[in-house]
């Protein structure tokens, strides 16, 4: 795998959420938490797609404030 891409698993990892409400989100409203979830690299099925490493670290720092605000 290039170093660049992430699977639907790593991605759900790296952002802390279950794959099968990573897999909703996507599937319902391509939205997490209001926050919409990047275009894969391809248009294969969810679990043989890719996501490039920079736009799901851009979707967990989305995410990470969506978290700030809702907690101050």
């Given at each position: ?6 699977t ?13 409400t ?11 938490e ?9 248009h294969?099925?969810l ?26």
């Amino acid at each position: 795998m290039h170093s660049d891409r992430m699977t639907l698993s790593e991605m759900a990892a790296y952002l802390g959420v279950s794959q099968a409400t990573l897999v909703r989100a996507l599937c319902n409203e391509g939205a997490l938490e209001g926050v919409p979830i990047p275009e894969g690299l391809d248009h294969l099925p969810l679990t043989q797609r890719h996501w490039l490493k920079e736009d799901v670290s851009q979707l967990k720092h989305a995410l990470q404030r969506v978290h700030d605000i809702h907690h101050d």
